[in-house]
């Protein structure tokens, strides 16, 4: 078993990592005081590859690895949480969905687009009674004419300010939950969609989170993959969001960890920096460790995506470990950084805000400790 990138894996990193630095990062207070989508920066991102990372060359994306990937998503979220969530949204649930289940002209249409930056992608799953209870979809899609109306109100949908398409999931068989909900490809310019509400957010503040009222009419082209298995499919993209999700968390983690550090050696008590202290070592050591444990399972839950292997565990999994690891390490920065972290405007106190939305998104804690049970009882 080798633990070493490629040579190609790790000059990308390091391009991702300089890009974090002089691009992203200077911009990441501004993004989260103001509150407004970074549409700039995902352009410029997407100059950088960095949108349809995994899409295709053929397709206009960069054709990289899912391992890649998650190092970059990672290095970006180091800089800003935000970015690299808004990121991993068009990468991973909308982008990698359109590669998988599209029609050719989908892909055709929509992938170029995307990858290039000129299209934001979105995903709307979330209702008000659909949240950890997913399939429990009101949305719904009657067929009407020749196409569908779809009617109904979508909840907490991150880029949908600035996106142009939205992925909508509508149940077409009501009552049978999981067994009858489509995924429709969803312009958003389409007549009938309403921006209702904007979420003011603790956290990955400027990922332009709306609520999307729907009444609107969409044609048979519109179905992604085959009617009533809109379901599966959201499945499919959130096993691959949930590992660019550990990797965010890691990022912020790394981050916290990283404003500790520098603290520790510079902040002097008693004539001694605190770092000398073994209460503040330990700390360090403990988050240093967790971070470190939970970025061997996101790469191993990258690299089993590469193999094209579907189980649900390895992402759930490290989902799980990256997002707890990087909350206790932004909660051990705040007590190490003390008043200079908990002050408004600091870089451990928005970190600290931004964490928490990785337990939260794609799936609960609690259901990716379901989806881990589920799988360890049916293998023991
Ligand atoms: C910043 C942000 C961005 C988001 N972006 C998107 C997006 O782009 N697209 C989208 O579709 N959604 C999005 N969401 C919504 C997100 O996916 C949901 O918030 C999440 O799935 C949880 O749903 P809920 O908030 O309704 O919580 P609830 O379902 O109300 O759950 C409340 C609590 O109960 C627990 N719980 C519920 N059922 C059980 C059970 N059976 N056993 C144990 N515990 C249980 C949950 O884990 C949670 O702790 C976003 C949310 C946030 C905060």
């Known amino acids: ?16 990592e300089q890009f974090a630095r002089e691009v992203v990062a200077p911009r990441a207070a501004a993004i989260d005081e103001s509150g407004a989508f970074p549409l700039d920066v995902m352009r410029a ?8 990372v995994t899409i295709p060359t053929a397709f206009g994306g960069a054709g990289r690895d899912y391992v890649s990937y998650a190092l970059a998503i990672e290095a970006i979220a180091r800089a800003s949480a935000t970015v690299a969530v808004a990121l991993s949204v068009t990468n991973s649930l909308v982008a990698e969905l359109i590669a998988h289940a599209g029609h050719a002209s989908h892909k055709q249409h929509w992938l170029p687009r995307l990858a290039s930056g000129e299209a934001i992608g979105a995903f709307a799953l979330s209702e008000a009674e659909a949240g950890t209870d997913a399939a429990n979809q009101q949305t719904r899609a009657v067929r009407a004419g020749d196409g569908y ?20 999931m ?31 957010s603790l956290g ?18 519109q179905v992604l993959g085959a009617v009533d298995q809109g379901f599966r499919l959201a499945m499919w993209a959130l096993r691959g969001g949930r590992v660019a999700i550990a990797a965010q968390a890691l990022g912020i983690g790394q981050a916290a960890l990283d404003a500790a550090i520098a603290h520790a050696k510079q902040r002097e008590t008693w004539g001694n920096p605190i ?11 403990d988050s240093a460790t967790e971070l470190d444990a939970a970025r061997l399972l996101t790469l191993k839950a990258a690299a089993a995506k590469d193999r094209q292997e579907t189980s649900p565990l390895e992402s759930s999994m490290a989902k799980l470990a990256a997002s707890e690891a990087a909350h206790r390490a932004a909660d051990k920065a705040m007590q190490i950084l003390a008043s200079a972290g908990y002050r408004r405007g ?22 990716q400790r379901m989806i881990i049970a589920a799988n360890v009882l049916a293998n023991a």
Request: charged share 20%; glycine share 10%; net charge negative.
């Open 1 to 16: 078993m080798t633990f070493d990138l490629t040579s190609e894996q790790e000059a990308f990193k390091q391009s991702v």
């Open 45 to 52: 991102a997407a100059g950088h590859g960095l949108l349809g």
């Open 149 to 168: 109306r779809i009617t109904g109100r979508k909840v907490w949908v991150a880029n949908a300010d600035a996106a142009s398409v939205t992925i909508v």
């Open 170 to 200: 509508a149940a077409t068989r009501p009552g049978m939950r999981g067994q009858g909900v489509t995924a429709f490809l969803v312009p958003m310019d389409t007549p009938g969609i309403t921006r209702t509400a904007r979420a003011d």
């Open 204 to 221: 990955v503040r400027g990922l332009g989170c709306m609520d999307l009222e729907f009444d609107i009419r969409a044609g048979d082209d």
């Open 275 to 285: 770092a000398s202290y073994q209460a503040i070592q330990w700390m360090i050591a």
């Open 346 to 367: 600091s870089v451990v106190e928005r970190l600290f805000r931004d964490v928490r939305a990785t337990e939260i998104y794609q799936g609960t804690s609690e259901v």
